[in-house]
């Protein structure tokens, strides 16, 4: 073949024989084909000896005798159509196949517990048995929630069935209420409450419980009752029933209302007469006809004699439909202030016999005014036709130990008037408006008196005497409980936990036209007034002309708030100041002032004597004794250890007292020691203490030397006059050369050695 070392540039495609090769102008190549329709269409079989890179793939039927590496990483294989098959051993799918369509679902997950036992459970949802639809954990059949027939069993424990349970025995305890009709025989102890609201029958029923019974129930057999009580609304007992704790109806709050056979320690009386009682001794027997609130045509009829041991006590009202017979001899005798209340006629088979003998056909009781003579008024009478009169002993008047009733109008000749229709009693009108009224032309008056003890008026929500929703008006209390309470004082109390109102013009409040005034003494000078316009409160003054208008002095022990300026005519006497004090103030200031003292910017503030913890100029005090300027090149400071630091507030050293950040001018001496003896004094240096001063590892005296400046050679000749600003410096000027190791004075334009003997 020949071999061809030149690039060849085909403009319109290139074809090699009819199909073997072709490429068209467009640029597709076209193998076994000269109509390609792809970048590279290839018509026949293609192998690929190296590696085939392609970023989609469609084929027909693909033959992969060896796929590197073992795992498809992507989106997937797409298959469009055809049948995955195994040529042989099986086709392993992993993951959950959720996307794999057409294949039937199974909620059943095999698990190995650990115990060489492999299970089976339900991953999730109910399963139903003959039916698709299972409403329980396990379901079979319909659901009996709906009262169709099947087996519901969830999770909980709980099992429904709608047909019939059959088993050889239940073993265990049950615990809960069997709701519905038990056909069939019960065998064995029933430890639990028997509760039967429809038709049941007992054959034999041994209950060491409770029995509940609202139907009708027929015991044939012998009935044992164990328990303590023995309930029920219908009971038909054709056999022998045996109540060894007795019977017991309690009412619907639990409490044991009827009780049989507890008499006597809880039994039926030894005796052998059959007791009806209550449990307790200290209870009582209710017998009523119609339950809680029984009808008033109703009551507890005894179709025989009942005979009482003990005397009949009747709280309520005693009604006799027929004759009532006394065979007694003690007669009728009412105590405890009873009394005798007839509808009809009070009759008596004999005359009726005063306690001074004298019969009479009228209602005559008592002694009368002369004793023996007949005619006379008694203190109970009536005469044909007329009223019933009371009267005590030669006119003494009528007392009534206990209540007085009156069903119709109480009436007398001072029109005073009780009327029973509208429950008013009137004094001096025969209409009251209100509960009780009392009117008169005149003054009129109502006193309630004490001769010894307190007098009080009470008016409240309190039916008894708590004193814990109601107020009192009280005069002449002497209690230690009450200090100010004499026999003499006057108390309004409220012993309620709401207000204590005063009104005024209550009924209309835009015409008032009084005030509130308190006095001493009748008729003297008023000592306070409140007025009704305005509200304002004098005291010692009764035309107030502001809030609070107070003639005299005034104290206040606790705290005094104003909210806007206090103006004061005479002397302020302060204890103790918690809040700004704004505005002149003239006078001394005795005390401790805990606030700010801001001085008016224009004038002047003199103190001749001032203690203060701490001061800031300009600045808070920031922890120091003074502290002036927050501006460092103001700062003036004197902190807690008395150092004083002026233009700085730093101190290198803990024994420096003093730190200067700017230059010292001393218009007077200096002076180092006790002695001034010249401008500048360092004679006595060696003489000064370590007073005042702890930690330092020497002693002043070991300090009493002068260090002048040092300074190179180069340093000195770059010295200069700050106060004329140029490099001549004044004669006299003392540096220490440190490179000539000598002192050097300037003289005159120049530098001058000293002598120096070692």
């Not at 469009?80 to 799918?93: D, H, P």
């Not at 049950?174 to 029933?190: A, E």
């Not at 045996?242 to 109806?249: C, E, L, N, P, Q």
């Not at 041991?309 to 009412?334: C, E, P, T």
């Amino acid at each position: 073949m020949a071999n061809i070392k030149k690039s060849f540039n085909f403009r319109n495609g290139v074809q090699v024989d009819d199909d073997n090769l072709k490429v068209s102008a467009t640029g597709l190549v076209g193998i076994g084909t000269t109509v390609p329709t792809e970048a590279l269409d290839v018509r026949g079989n293609l192998v690929v000896s190296g590696v085939s890179s392609a970023v989609t793939a469609q084929a027909g039927v693909m033959t992969v005798t060896t796929l590197n590496p073992t795992e498809i990483i992507g989106a997937g294989v797409s298959i469009v159509s055809g049948i995955v098959t195994a040529s042989s051993g099986i086709i392993t799918f992993y993951g959950d196949a959720r996307f794999l369509q057409g294949m039937p679902t199974s909620q059943w997950e095999d698990v190995n517990t650990g115990l060489g036992v492999s299970s089976i459970y339900n991953t999730g949802g109910n399963v139903g048995i003959a039916t698709s639809n299972p409403q329980f954990t396990l379901q079979i059949g319909s659901n009996v929630n709906l009262s169709q027939n099947g087996v519901g069993i969830s999770s909980a424990g709980d099992i429904k069935i709608s047909g019939v349970a059959t088993a050889t025995k239940f073993v265990g305890a049950l615990t809960g209420d069997v709701i519905g009709n038990v056909t069939g025989n019960l065998t064995g102890n029933v430890s639990a409450d028997v509760n039967s609201s429809g038709v049941s029958t007992f054959t034999d029923l041994i209950v060491n419980r409770n029995l509940n019974v609202s139907g009708l129930s027929t015991f044939t057999g012998i009935t044992s009752v164990t328990g303590p009580v023995f309930h029920s609304t219908q009971l038909d007992i054709s056999g022998i029933s045996t109540m060894r704790g007795g019977i017991s109806i309690p009412f619907s709050n639990g409490q044991e209302n009827l009780q049989i056979g507890f008499v006597k320690n809880n039994l039926i009386d030894v005796t052998g007469i059959a007791s009806i009682g209550t449990r307790l001794g200290n209870q009582d027997l209710h017998l009523s006809a119609g339950g809680v609130n029984p009808d008033s045509g109703r009551g507890v009829k005894i179709h025989s004699d009942a005979y009482l041991l003990k005397q009949l006590d009747v709280s309520g009202a005693a009604v006799f439909r027929n004759q009532l017979s006394i065979q007694s001899a003690a007669g009728l005798n009412l105590t405890n202030g009873g009394g005798i209340i007839s509808d009809g006629d009070i009759r008596s088979a004999n005359k009726v016999v005063g306690d001074d003998g004298v019969e009479s056909d009228m209602i005559a009781m008592g002694r009368a005014t002369v004793f023996g003579v007949v005619g006379h008024p008694r203190m109970i009478h009536t005469i044909q036709d007329g009223p019933l009169i009371l009267a005590g002993h030669q006119n003494s008047g009528v007392l009534i130990q206990d209540v007085f009733t009156c069903n119709g109008n109480l009436q007398g000749q001072a029109n005073i008037i009780a009327d029973s229709s509208t429950g008013k009693i009137g004094v001096g009108t025969d209409n009251p408006v209100n509960d009780i009224q009392i009117r008169k032309s005149g003054n009129t008056e109502v006193q309630v008196t004490s001769d010894t003890g307190s007098a009080s008026l009470t008016v409240g929500r309190e039916a008894g005497t708590n004193n814990t929703n109601n107020a009192e008006f009280r005069y002449g209390l002497v209690s230690g409980g009450s200090p100010y309470s004499s026999a003499q004082s006057l108390d309004i109390l409220n012993y309620g936990t709401g207000n204590f109102n005063y009104h005024i013009s209550a009924n209309n409040p835009n015409s008032i036209a009084g005030d509130f005034h308190w006095h001493k003494g009748l008729n003297s000078t008023r000592l306070m007034t409140l007025t009704g316009i305005g509200g304002s409160l004098g005291i010692g003054n009764t035309q107030p002309t502001t809030k609070l208008d107070v003639e005299g002095g005034g104290k206040f022990t606790g705290d005094l708030e104003v909210t806007n300026n206090l103006t004061l005519g005479g002397s302020l006497t302060i204890s103790a100041i918690s809040a700004n004090v704004t505005g002149n103030l003239t006078g001394n200031v005795t005390g401790n002032v805990t606030g700010l003292i801001n001085s008016p910017v224009t004038g002047v503030s003199t103190i001749t004597n001032l203690e203060i913890t701490s001061v800031g100029i300009g600045t808070t005090s920031n922890g120091n004794f003074v502290n002036i300027s927050s501006n460092a090149n103001q700062k003036i400071i004197i902190n807690n250890d008395s150092q004083v630091g002026i233009f700085t507030d730093t101190f290198d050293d803990s024994n420096v007292g003093v730190a200067i950040n700017r230059n010292l001018h001393i218009k007077k001496a200096v002076s180092v020691g006790s002695t001034t003896r010249s401008a500048v004094d360092f004679s006595n240096a060696v003489n000064i203490s370590n007073e005042g001063e702890t930690g330092l590892p020497f002693n002043r005296s070991q300090l009493a030397y002068m260090i002048p400046p040092r300074v190179t050679t180069t340093q000195r000749n770059l010295l200069r006059d700050a106060y004329t600003n140029s490099a001549t410096l004044i004669s006299g000027a003392m540096v220490y050369n440190t490179t000539s190791k000598r002192i050097e004075v300037y003289i005159d334009g120049g530098w001058v050695g000293l002598a120096t003997v070692a």
